[in-house]
């Protein structure tokens, strides 16, 4: 196979290019940037520091990639972006690196999809099969899991976590992490009950479906407190994974409060 890139592009000879790379009319690919087989930069792509991507990649107009994070706190340290294989960037999309006064990496996993304008700011954590819907802007150290979906011109705050399959309604502003299976909307954001649309178009079945609806009303009734219940939970689930990966993903919490539903809701 062979690299094919057009006479206006600028590749730094030093940048790692593997074979079936297409890089299209006035794209800038700078000296640490790397790029896996059957990678396409259609045109005017600009890749900057250490960014890897992966294979069977598609960049389209105006992506931009690895430029130094708006973080004050960077005083430009070495910082990196790590991309997997098979993700599409739409046009205008913008991904920042690490910094070097936090986590100094930025990942995406495998299989996402960010549409037109999406921003995905320093530090991010991006899981497998994540779509980041048009003009989504992701604030710093978010981190995302598999299959999460996030609707057009949604917010979220740094430091908040979307847990996996989640959805994230349109123009949704979030600044509480969102339980995994969970589906918030509004501004600010709140619960709203689980993704039960997304569960079922991923084939899971009835009964895990029926399962996390009932630990869901129970973890989110209004009797008791919310530690109480989060107990009562994980002992009457103890051996329903989905319902653990919840109450694990609750546990774990650091930086915010978790999304919940509105009073009386």
Do not use: W
Request: charged share 20%.
């Amino acid at each position: 196979m062979s690299i094919t890139i057009h006479p206006s592009a600028h590749v730094d000879p030093a940048a790692t290019i593997a074979d079936g790379v297409t890089i299209g009319p006035l794209c800038v690919v700078g000296p640490d940037v790397s790029l896996g087989a059957n990678t396409t930069l259609v045109s005017q792509v600009n890749l900057a520091g250490h960014t890897t991507i992966g294979a069977d990649c598609e960049l389209y107009p105006f992506v931009s990639m690895g430029h130094p994070p708006q973080d004050f706190k960077h005083k430009g340290g070495p910082v990196s972006i790590t991309i997997g294989d098979r993700n599409t960037f739409r046009e205008l999309v913008n991904i920042h690196p690490g910094t070097d006064a936090g986590r100094p990496e930025t990942t995406i996993g495998n299989d996402c999809y960010f549409m037109v304008g999406s921003h995905l700011a320093h530090e991010g954590r991006v899981g497998n099969k994540v779509v980041i819907s048009n003009g989504v802007q992701i604030g710093g150290c978010v981190s995302i899991g598999d299959h999460a979906i996030l609707g057009g011109l949604c917010a979220v705050h740094q430091f908040t976590r979307i847990g996996a399959h989640a959805f994230v309604g349109g123009m949704a502003t979030v600044t509480s992490d969102v339980i995994p299976y969970g589906s918030v909307v509004g501004n600010t954001a709140h619960l709203a009950g689980l993704n039960v649309v997304g569960l079922k178009r991923r084939g899971f079945d009835r009964k895990a479906v029926r399962d996390l609806r009932s630990a869901y009303r129970l973890l989110f009734a209004q009797e008791g407190t919310f530690a109480e219940r989060l107990e009562d939970t994980a002992r009457l689930y103890k051996d329903h994974g989905l319902v653990m990966e919840i109450v694990d993903f609750i546990r774990d919490q650091d930086k915010r409060h978790i999304c919940m539903p509105p009073l009386g809701g």
